[in-house]
């Protein structure tokens, strides 16, 4: 599976962006996708998931009500719509992807695109 993220920029406190993660490749429909990001310094950390189907979501909890994962199978893209953007939203979002499960940890996913940077001013 070939993964590639886009949309990223810079907006303002409080603003919004919309990432999205077109996915290639042999039965990428049925992959789990999940969206991570890391901060300058920092580790990468698990941002949003979404079962094959999209019946399931997962968020993490500072993301939680602000945040909203998507995929259109149709389309084999992944989304990610960020509002009330924060300036500690502020990383590079990756997309990735594993074989079955909603998991968190970045060790759980095989397949990794690179990723989009989202920068937001206060």
């Known amino acids: 599976v070939q993964l590639q993220a886009s949309g990223g920029g810079l907006v303002q406190d409080g603003g919004f962006l919309r990432l999205s993660c077109a996915a290639s490749?042999?039965?990428?429909?049925?992959?789990?996708l999940g969206w991570f990001r890391q901060a300058p310094g920092k580790e990468r950390e698990f941002v949003a998931g979404?079962?094959?189907?999209?019946?399931?979501?997962y968020y993490a909890d500072s993301v939680k009500g602000r945040f909203t994962i998507s995929r259109d199978n149709a389309k084999n893209t992944m989304y990610l719509q960020m509002d009330s953007l924060q300036p500690e939203d502020t990383a590079v979002y990756y997309c990735?992807?594993?074989?079955?499960?909603?998991?968190?940890?970045?060790?759980?996913?095989?397949?990794w695109g690179q990723g989009t940077l989202v920068t937001v001013s206060s």
């Open positions: 990735a992807a594993r074989g079955y499960g909603l998991r968190s940890r970045p060790n759980d996913y095989d397949y």
């Open positions: 490749g042999r039965a990428s429909a049925m992959y789990t």
């Open positions: 979404i079962n094959w189907s999209g019946g399931n979501t």
